[in-house]
């Protein structure tokens, strides 16, 4: 009985001992994974912290813009970094091609501040869903694409499409039909949703190419264009503020339509009825006193009689149009890009015509599908891309007329990228994600939006 007894205690023992021992490499397998999860999640940080360091050196210096730049892989893709690497991915073009390093939010149209009557021509998104979220946004301002899940008609399924995580890559499950969630068509091509063509970060500093404030038409006085823009001569100056004072300008193609003025002595006015033909002759005494008048008020900083004060209108010219345009179209591409129409110094909701997809372009009024094709040919075609709006003027189909409805709607530039960046460890298929929306358009650089993904 005793010996039974020994048995069975020494097989509970055993089985105690297992238990343990399998805890035990559970445990650890649990901590070697946790350890695996914290690195990939900052090598992740890694690549946003890249991200941001390319950011401000090219804020600070004179170069062509990062969203205009020829991309070499190896700049942000496996990136070594301890014992893994990170990617900064931009997701998939039309041809299927994997694209690298930063996303541009002024690729997309801006769900915040774009007229109802553009947003209804975003694909999936109808009139009457565009009319709500204008009435949300008049209610509260809408500080991420989530709030659109507030309206009835937007479901998961209807803002991010296949892309439920919004890691921004087709994951194996994303391409499968259905047989795992989410359900997808299986066409070897992620599907997001509105949140493909939708943003609320777009923004731009009002800085020309070369990194100096714009100009702006509705502000500045002529010696201050003078001065500023080197292809205006005063005359020219001197006729935008001639414009500006009978109509304040609607948009920078604006200045297509001013004329040339020129300066004209005004005629002496006719005298008063009634009023004495010819004044009392001076006596000499008085001409004296005159003299002496004249001579303090210019010691003083002042002037003698008809002549002005230094830095006053003299008031005895005015100026006339010449029926010529101050601006041809070549005049008028030189100058774009050193003026604005806008007050302040930052501008939202412009979408960016070196970045944007033919199917955002073709949202904006005036343009249609055709057009819209022209336009992203033309530029895949340039070295530099368009370093202008202006350029649009160049393209086949592009009226004045168009443009002039066009430009204070697009932007060549943007100040506002996100940077989707996955760190992963060498030999394991295991990666974390981070999504920063990374803003420059102020002195002091912003993130404006923090997301970790699983």
């Keep these: 009985m005793a010996l039974l007894f020994v048995l069975w205690l020494m097989t509970i023992l055993c089985v105690v001992a297992m238990e343990m021992k399998f805890a035990s490499h559970l445990h650890m397998q649990v901590t070697a994974a946790l350890g695996q999860e914290t690195k990939t999640l900052f090598y992740a940080r890694a690549g946003v912290e890249r991200a941001i360091a390319d ?17 070499d892989e190896a700049d942000y893709r496996d990136v070594p970094v301890g014992d893994g690497t990170y990617t900064l991915y931009a997701g998939m073009d039309v041809d299927g091609q994997h694209r690298y390093g930063l996303r541009d939010e002024c690729a997309k149209i801006n769900v915040s501040t774009t007229d109802p009557a553009v947003l209804a021509k975003i694909p999936g998104l109808s009139e009457s869903l565009a009319a709500d979220i204008a009435a949300l946004r008049q209610h509260e301002p809408i500080q991420d694409l989530g709030d659109l899940l507030k309206l009835e008609n937007v479901t998961l399924f209807t803002l991010y499409g296949e892309d439920q995580n919004r890691n921004g890559i087709l994951d194996p499950n994303e391409d499968d039909g259905d047989r795992s969630w989410p359900s997808d068509n299986a066409d070897g091509h992620l599907d997001s949703g509105l949140s493909a063509y939708l943003t609320v970060w777009s923004a731009i500093h009002e800085v020309s190419l070369d990194n100096k404030a714009r100009i702006k038409l509705n502000k500045a006085g002529a010696d201050e264009i003078t001065k500023a823009i080197k292809d205006i001569n005063q005359q020219q100056a001197d006729s935008i503020v001639a414009y500006r004072d009978k109509k304040k300008f609607g948009s920078i193609a604006e200045l297509l339509d001013v004329e040339l003025v020129e300066k004209v002595e005004q005629k002496g006015q006719p005298a008063r009825k009634g009023s004495p033909k010819q004044s009392k002759p001076e006596t000499d005494k008085e001409d004296k006193n005159k ?9 003083r900083g002042g002037s003698k009689k008809g002549e002005a004060a230094p830095g006053k209108n003299q008031g005895n010219q005015t100026t006339r149009s010449t029926g010529v345009k101050a601006f041809d179209t070549a005049a008028f591409k030189r100058v774009a890009d050193f003026v604005t129409i806008a007050d302040e110094d930052v501008t939202r909701g412009l979408v960016n015509i070196n970045t944007a997809s033919e199917e955002v372009l073709a949202c904006l009024p005036g343009i249609d599908e055709g057009l819209a094709r022209r336009i992203v040919s033309e530029r895949d075609g340039m070295k530099d891309h368009y370093k202008s709006v202006a350029d649009l003027l160049d393209v086949n189909g592009m009226t004045t007329e168009l443009f002039k409805g066009l430009c204070m709607r697009i932007t060549a530039r943007s100040d506002v990228f996100e940077a989707r960046s996955f760190g992963a460890l060498e030999g394991s298929k295991s990666y974390r994600c981070v999504s920063a929306i990374l803003d420059r358009t102020e002195d002091e650089f912003h993130i404006r939006a923090w997301k970790e993904i699983e």
Excluded: F, G
């Excluded at 950011?55 to 991309?71: F, G, S, Y």
């Design 291 to 299: 003299e002496q008048n004249a001579s303090e008020d210019l010691s």
């Design 55 to 71: 950011m401000v050196l090219e804020k600070n210096a004179i170069t062509m813009p990062l969203e205009q730049r020829e991309i």
